[in-house]
């Protein structure tokens, strides 16, 4: 399998424009988390799935972020209007739980400069 | 609220010089503590779970252990090749999903 597969790998844009990651999880994994990395704040959730289904979502700052799972091969994390204080490093995640621990699998993340 | 904490934040080692790296959480039930490796520009990488108290795991220079209230990475005899950031994640009995610490940025002088 080839991971979890994120694009772009980097985004570049002016404030007040709308930016969309976008995520491919793993083949049969059944949940699928969206994570920002800061230095000043480590890594926080932000949204998880759990079947294509929004389970969490506290953890999005603002209105301005949404998230979406049409399919079980596909999510987005959409900003609208981006700030200056969203850049970050988003991550997505995919698992497969099964009522029990199982590792994240990470993609390699979209670096997020809005300027 | 579930926490966990890791230290130091950074560790600077030469070449063979073994160290430890920590986590404490605080979680109500432990059902899992888990470490992960970060390179540069790339995602967390799993490492190892944990799952009860006086386990150990061992992955060639690494060895992580579990008390009740921590766990430790052991890194003995350090290449280059171990720098990396290494995070550790803990998820309670009220969970699945794990809260992460904010990690220890490792280098190893050659």
């Known amino acids: 399998d080839a991971g979890v597969i994120q694009s772009p790998r980097h985004e570049v844009t002016e404030m007040g424009q709308e930016v969309t990651l976008r995520c491919k999880p793993i083949s049969g994994h059944d949940y699928l988390f969206w994570y920002r990395q800061t230095m000043m704040r480590g890594l926080e959730l932000l949204i998880y799935?759990?079947?294509?289904?929004?389970?969490?979502d506290s953890g999005m700052p603002e209105d301005r972020f949404s998230a979406k799972m049409p399919n079980a091969s596909f999510s987005t994390l959409k900003i609208q209007p981006s700030e200056p204080r969203d850049s970050a490093v988003y991550f997505c995640?995919?698992?497969?739980?099964?009522?029990?621990?199982?590792?994240?699998?990470f993609g390699n993340g979209t670096r997020l400069t809005v300027t | 609220e579930d926490q966990v904490t890791q230290s130091p934040e950074a560790l600077r080692l030469q070449e063979g010089e073994s160290s430890s790296l920590n986590c404490s959480y605080t979680v109500s039930g432990l059902r899992g503590l888990f470490w992960y490796r970060q390179d540069p520009g790339k995602g967390p990488e799993f490492l190892f779970t944990l799952y009860s108290a006086g386990e150990e795991k061992e992955k060639e220079r690494l060895k992580a252990t579990l008390t009740k209230k921590e766990s430790f990475l052991h890194i003995t005899a350090p290449k280059p090749e171990d720098s990396a950031t290494y995070l550790c994640?803990?998820?309670?009995?009220?969970?699945?999903?794990?809260?992460f610490g904010r990690g220890t940025s490792l280098i190893v002088h050659p």
């Open positions: 995640a995919s698992s497969f739980m099964q009522g029990d621990n199982s590792p994240l699998h």
């Open positions: 994640a803990a998820s309670s009995g009220g969970s699945y999903i794990p809260t």
């Open positions: 799935f759990n079947n294509n289904v929004p389970i969490d």
